[in-house]
């Protein structure tokens, strides 16, 4: 059997169970309304949280930026891309999430991949959630350290396994700060404990909570109330709530000028376009001045949650616009995915290995500018399951 034909078997066998994955085609900007395939859809599914993606300020932020510096960046921020709107950009994260220093990533995959394989080596020990995003998991494997997973959110299991081993080198505990499938939030103050009684540090990956989470939208560790001693840390995304595209670290000064010397996706990589640095500050003031976007989007979640509830449909736990609908077989998960289709929404299913077997599910996602009236709508055809 030729290599060709080893993969089309395996293509084959996803297809048979049901994990076969395609990609739709857009024409059209990012909304609670979008053209897919051809065809207006209703969209309950991307993590456009606030509604900024398509914002006109934004967009012109964007012209703006490539009239005054180009398309491209031209070249890694070592060499000579790194612009004055990157460096302004870095400040206004940095006292955003009321830190030191900040430091730009040209994605979170990125960015948690050169986070961790900087901090650690051999000798050193991670241990993470064991529903980390995948970036996070492939840092810690592939920064050669002892890596151990604990069970999801248990801090009894992370205390114990700690405990059980005699420390050999540095310690990290990584987590997501909101779980990006199931929505949930970790328990950072439980886990910020921890951490210091075993000497480790605490990293946070925070895409799903920037933005939407804390009085101000500054998050996990806002909506906890937890400081930078207690989370070194913090590592955020551009491309969801903030509606553009990149991603940052943020700590003390020692964290930062460590990475920039030590990060290998930092240093070998081209940086953002300044384009689109100046863009992401234009949407960083909109999220600081618009809070009714949050206090709508959280209207939207209430709604969401009492109907779905009256319904009893099999909805998981979660405060945040991530709102999973548990099904169970990836088979379920596509036929619910395809009913809601033929009327128009789109939320597609969500299958392994992204998620556990026989936990496939939709994940709903709520956007700020969804209506009362839309939302309504969803509920109206999953109701069809009730």
């Known amino acids: 059997m030729s290599y060709t034909d080893k993969l089309a078997e395996n293509l084959a066998r996803r297809?048979?169970?049901?994990?076969?994955?395609?990609?739709?085609?857009?024409?059209?900007?990012?909304?609670?309304?979008?053209?897919?395939?051809?065809?207006?859809?209703?969209?309950?599914?991307?993590?456009?949280?606030?509604?900024?993606?398509?914002?006109?300020?934004?967009?012109?932020?964007?012209?703006?930026?490539?009239?005054?510096?180009?398309?491209?960046?031209?070249?890694?921020?070592?060499?000579?891309?790194?612009?004055?709107?990157h460096q302004e950009l870095e400040y206004a994260l940095a006292e955003f999430v009321g830190r030191p220093r900040a430091l730009l990533f040209s994605t979170g995959y990125m960015?948690?991949?050169?986070?961790?394989?900087?901090?650690?080596?051999?000798?050193?020990?991670?241990w993470e959630d064991r529903l980390n995003h995948a970036s996070l998991i492939d840092g810690g494997l592939l920064s050669r350290a002892r890596f151990r997973r604990y069970v999801h959110a248990n801090v009894e299991t992370l205390a114990e396994s700690l405990t059980r081993r005699a420390a050999t080198g540095m310690r990290l505990i990584a987590?997501?700060?909101?779980?990006?499938?199931?929505?949930?939030?970790?328990?950072?103050?439980?886990?910020?404990?921890?951490?210091?009684?075993?000497?480790?540090?605490?990293?946070?990956?925070?895409?799903?909570?920037l933005g939407v989470l804390g009085a101000t939208g500054r998050g996990t560790l806002e909506h906890y109330g937890l400081k930078i001693e207690q989370v070194p840390i913090l590592m955020g995304t551009l491309g969801k709530a903030f509606?553009?595209?990149?991603?940052?670290?943020?700590?003390?000064?020692?964290?930062?000028?460590?990475?920039?010397?030590?990060?290998?996706?930092?240093?070998?990589?081209?940086?953002?376009?300044?384009?689109?640095?100046?863009?992401?500050?234009?949407?960083?003031?909109?999220?600081?001045?618009?809070?009714?976007?949050?206090?709508?989007?959280?209207?939207?979640?209430?709604?969401?949650?009492?109907?779905?509830?009256?319904?009893?449909?099999?909805?998981?736990?979660s405060i945040t616009p991530i709102q999973p609908l548990l099904v169970g077989s990836s088979n379920q998960a596509l036929a619910w995915s395809r009913h809601l289709e033929t009327h128009g929404i789109l939320v597609p299913a969500i299958r392994y290995p992204t998620v556990p077997k026989n936990q496939s599910r939709l994940r709903i996602t709520l956007s700020a500018l969804h209506t009362a009236k839309q939302v309504e709508n969803l509920i109206d055809k999953l109701s069809y399951y009730s």
């Open 15 to 85: 297809a048979a169970n049901d994990l076969y994955r395609t990609r739709r085609v857009l024409n059209s900007p990012q909304g609670t309304e979008v053209n897919v395939d051809g065809r207006r859809m209703l969209s309950f599914c991307s993590n456009d949280y606030l509604g900024l993606a398509s914002d006109p300020r934004i967009i012109d932020a964007l012209k703006q930026g490539a009239e005054t510096y180009g398309v491209g960046s031209g070249a890694a921020h070592l060499l000579s891309g790194h612009s004055i709107a």
């Open 243 to 317: 509606g553009v595209f990149g991603a940052f670290v943020a700590g003390d000064a020692v964290l930062i000028e460590t990475l920039i010397q030590a990060a290998r996706s930092f240093i070998y990589t081209t940086a953002l376009p300044p384009a689109l640095a100046m863009a992401t500050l234009t949407s960083l003031r909109i999220e600081q001045t618009e809070s009714w976007r949050r206090e709508q989007l959280f209207e939207h979640i209430k709604q969401f949650r009492t109907y779905a509830a009256q319904l009893k449909l099999p909805l998981l736990p």
């Open 175 to 209: 987590t997501d700060g909101v779980f990006s499938m199931d929505g949930d939030i970790a328990p950072l103050p439980e886990l910020a404990t921890i951490a210091t009684q075993h000497n480790a540090w605490l990293m946070v990956d925070d895409a799903h909570g």
């Open 111 to 126: 960015a948690n991949l050169g986070i961790i394989t900087a901090l650690l080596g051999r000798t050193d020990e991670i």
